[in-house]
């Protein structure tokens, strides 16, 4: 099969990304293969590109964090459906055949993957089998964060860095659902402008605003009972300044650093939390448990048309590397998707 491979990850440009033919996979037991139709592209595959995020250990080589596509083949263990409806999708189990999305712990940037049958989800309804490439990865971070480990609750203030993100815009659409109020840093009026249709309600400018400034004047001087945080070391001091009593800081991305200083007596005086997740090392078990949930708290309302992916731009496979640059430039709104398979 065709795959997109690191050829040279101790350089880490986008060059590095090369197409290449490979093995195809095997289903093992409990796994499933699909055949690719698209994947998207995350952060987390330009930091493997550069070399700073490897895969968990026996996991595929390839980058790629999530797909759409078709089961061609189900693993030892894995009953296939006796019943397909009109829109191809199994009513008992999962049938070859199926159109499903996948979160992944990498590999996607190929023809085929195999997977556990508990990170497979159904294309939702109203969505087309491409675009549900960039769905699960942002769907699964965002809930397993805000929800699973932040537990937002409604009538609550959340700061989003980076809201015209990929994360960023599913967070806004799945946060407003849960009834919180939503605060958005974003490096452009035009990204500023799309985080306000989709729900945000806080819209700073953070190259020429203070985002601890705004949040507090718009709060009358409490902050945010939750941050999501993309950027790490560079905003910890700032992110703890701007949190509520009792809030928490969710840590997700590291795009300000690694290593920052944080003030324990103000952490304490606000009886606060800071927890850094990786929705990539989880298991294979509790991956199933946050697609689960996703499957029915958010899938829902994907299909009722209250939350929506949002699609900047398509590549083609072997144009991996452009996908990259796009990425890195951080011009983008929503999700940079690769179509694999026609």
């Known amino acids: 099969m065709r795959a997109i491979t690191i050829s040279e990850p101790s350089d880490g440009g986008p060059e590095a990304l090369v197409i290449a033919d490979v093995p195809a996979p095997e289903p093992g037991p409990g796994e499933v293969l699909v055949e690719?139709?698209?994947?998207?592209?995350?952060?987390?595959?330009?930091?493997?590109?550069?070399?700073?995020?490897?895969?968990p250990p026996g996991e595929s080589e390839l980058p790629g964090?999530?797909?759409?596509?078709?089961?061609?083949?189900?693993?030892?263990?894995?009953?296939?459906?006796?019943?397909?409806?009109?829109?191809?999708?199994?009513?008992?189990?999962?049938?070859?055949?199926?159109?499903?999305c996948a979160l992944l712990a990498g590999g996607g940037y190929a023809e085929q993957v195999a997977l556990p049958v508990g990170q497979l989800l159904p294309v939702p309804g109203g969505v087309s089998l491409e675009d549900a490439a960039g769905l699960p990865e942002v769907a699964c971070t965002v809930w397993s964060n805000l929800v699973m480990v932040a537990g937002l609750q409604e009538g609550e203030t959340v700061l989003l860095h980076g809201g015209s993100s990929g994360i960023g815009t599913m967070a806004i659409q799945i946060a407003r659902q849960l009834g919180a109020r939503v605060a958005v840093t974003?490096?452009?009026?035009?990204?500023?402008?799309?985080?306000?249709?989709?729900?945000?309600?806080?819209?700073?400018?953070?190259?020429?605003?203070?985002?601890?400034?705004?949040?507090?004047?718009?709060?009358?001087?409490?902050?945010?009972?939750?941050?999501?945080?993309?950027?790490g070391a560079k905003y910890l001091d700032r992110n703890l300044d701007v949190l509520a009593k009792d809030g928490r800081i969710v840590v997700?991305?590291?795009?300000?650093?690694?290593?920052?200083?944080?003030?324990?007596?103000?952490?304490?005086?606000?009886r606060g939390r800071v927890?850094?997740?990786?929705?990539?090392?989880?298991?294979?078990?509790?991956?199933?448990?946050?697609?689960?949930?996703?499957?029915?708290?958010?899938?829902?309302?994907?299909?009722q048309g209250l939350v929506r992916t949002i699609v900047h731009s398509r590549h083609p496979l072997e144009r991996a590397a452009d996908a990259h640059r796009e990425m890195e430039e951080s011009a983008h709104i929503g999700k940079i998707l690769l179509d694999v398979v026609g």
């Open 275 to 303: 927890q850094a997740t990786s929705l990539r090392s989880l298991s294979a078990e509790r991956k199933a448990e946050v697609v689960a949930q996703v499957r029915e708290h958010v899938w829902p309302w994907i299909e």
């Open 36 to 55: 690719v139709v698209a994947a998207g592209v995350n952060r987390a595959d330009v930091m493997q590109r550069k070399g700073f995020y490897p895969p």
């Open 186 to 231: 974003a490096g452009s009026q035009e990204k500023l402008d799309a985080c306000a249709e989709l729900g945000a309600q806080i819209l700073i400018n953070y190259p020429n605003q203070d985002f601890v400034e705004v949040l507090k004047d718009a709060t009358d001087g409490r902050g945010a009972d939750v941050v999501l945080d993309v950027v």
């Open 252 to 270: 997700i991305g590291l795009l300000g650093g690694r290593k920052g200083e944080l003030d324990l007596g103000t952490l304490l005086s606000k």
């Open 65 to 100: 964090l999530e797909v759409s596509g078709r089961i061609i083949a189900l693993g030892e263990g894995v009953e296939g459906s006796r019943r397909v409806d009109a829109t191809g999708r199994g009513s008992e189990g999962w049938a070859v055949g199926e159109e499903v």
